[in-house]
């Protein structure tokens, strides 16, 4: 018998509804799939809404597929006037690396845009519906983050892959400080949580890319095939999020001693990831750029 945690942790969660972004693919279909299992209703919310039915079917259990495309905020919109009812769990697990520099329909750096713009508009809309939890995808790679505050969407500075997967990853952070903050003020009973899925061999890199990215990709998956997690180890911090009595704000990471591959645990963070008066101008940035505040 194993001390770990286990997904049966979740208990009986029928009744349940909870959304999840990002579910067509990697950690957010395992997600969805071990949230299924444990009885709940599940709200794929993605972009590709033909891949979604069909992992809907795959998956089995009590699912909806709604569109979203977190990289258009008249999608986000479009999302929250579709989605009927309150939900208990708001997932946003959906994130990307880019391969190039590029900007979303709305004038975001697209890493940035997808990968915290988004999600931010996305969950002050649908706050007010949330009963329970907000569990925010984040990374370790937020420790070598640095978002520089004139120039946010990197239209004069040097944009690289992973460095501003790296600052998305930061900004996700320390809006998670912000939002816990803002929430325990208020005295709200619903929770905001961060997690570090490990590293986690799936999708995040682009299987179509051509040239070295295409051996980068070859390279870094015959690595984690190895090294890394599986999709339900990845997804298991976030469910363990949902399934234990952990503190409000928590960062909930891997357990190993590069935070690469192993069982969720409570983990660190970034002294630049703790800071609260960075938090409180990147929120106040973000609202600005999206049109939307948090609403507590």
């Known amino acids: 018998m194993t001390s770990h945690w286990s997904p049966y942790r979740l208990g009986n969660l029928t009744g349940k509804r909870i959304v999840?972004?990002?579910?067509?693919?990697?950690?957010?279909?395992?997600?969805?799939?071990?949230?299924?299992?444990?009885?709940a209703h599940v709200i794929l919310a993605v972009r590709n809404v033909e891949l979604g039915a069909q992992r809907a079917a795959e998956i089995g259990g009590d699912t909806s597929v709604v569109k979203l495309d977190l990289a258009d905020l008249s999608s986000v919109r479009a999302f929250s006037d579709r989605l009927d009812g309150d939900v208990d769990v708001l997932v946003n697990?959906?994130?990307?690396?880019?391969?190039?520099?590029?900007?979303?329909?709305?004038?975001?750096?697209?890493?940035?845009?997808?990968?915290?713009?988004?999600?931010?508009?996305?969950?002050?809309?649908?706050?007010?519906?949330?009963?329970?939890?907000?569990?925010?995808v984040a990374s370790d790679a937020?420790?070598?983050?640095?978002?520089?505050?004139?120039?946010?969407?990197?239209?004069?500075?040097?944009?690289?892959?992973?460095?501003?997967?790296?600052?998305?990853?930061?900004?996700?952070?320390?809006?998670?400080?912000e939002l816990d903050r803002r929430l325990r003020l208020a005295g709200s009973p619903v929770t905001s949580q961060l997690t570090h899925p490990g590293w986690v061999a799936s999708n995040l890199t682009n299987l179509s890319d051509k040239g070295l990215m295409a051996v980068v990709h070859t390279v870094a998956k015959t690595a984690a095939?190895?090294?890394?997690?599986?999709?339900?180890?990845?997804?298991?911090?976030?469910?363990?999020?949902?399934?234990?009595?952990?503190?409000?704000?928590?960062?909930?990471?891997?357990?190993?001693?590069?935070?690469?591959?192993?069982?969720?645990?409570?983990?660190?963070?970034?002294?630049?990831?703790?800071?609260?008066?960075?938090?409180?101008?990147?929120?106040?940035?973000?609202?600005?750029?999206?049109?939307?505040?948090?609403?507590?």
């Open 20 to 39: 999840v972004t990002g579910a067509t693919n990697g950690v957010g279909l395992a997600t969805a799939a071990a949230l299924t299992r444990a009885g």
């Open 93 to 136: 697990n959906a994130g990307v690396v880019a391969q190039r520099r590029s900007d979303t329909v709305d004038g975001f750096e697209m890493t940035l845009g997808t990968n915290f713009l988004g999600p931010f508009a996305l969950t002050n809309l649908l706050l007010p519906r949330v009963r329970s939890t907000i569990v925010n």
């Open 142 to 177: 937020h420790k070598t983050g640095k978002i520089a505050d004139d120039d946010p969407h990197l239209r004069t500075r040097k944009w690289s892959a992973f460095p501003a997967y790296a600052r998305s990853k930061l900004a996700v952070m320390l809006w998670g400080l």
């Open 225 to 296: 095939d190895v090294l890394a997690n599986d999709t339900d180890a990845g997804a298991a911090p976030t469910l363990y999020c949902i399934s234990e009595p952990i503190p409000p704000g928590s960062y909930v990471g891997i357990d190993s001693r590069l935070g690469l591959k192993g069982a969720p645990t409570l983990s660190g963070r970034s002294a630049e990831a703790c800071d609260y008066e960075a938090a409180a101008r990147l929120v106040a940035f973000a609202e600005r750029e999206t049109g939307t505040t948090i609403p507590v």
